[in-house]
């Protein structure tokens, strides 16, 4: 078990659905981008150890 990184995403709430959890990318250029846009959702920075749901997965590999 584990949460998304996004402080408001709606997965981290749902405790009932179960939902898919993703590390983020090794590859440096492809991180940066993931962290600009997550950052973006989040409101503030996210930790390189975050791990993201599948929700705001789609929405980095989109
Ligand atoms: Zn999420």
Redesign the pocket.
Known sequence: MGR???IN????TQKNKKFSLFTLPKNPIILKEWINILSKVNGKDILLTSR??E??FNLCVS
């Open positions: 998304c990184c996004v995403c709606s997965s981290n993201v749901c929700l705001h």
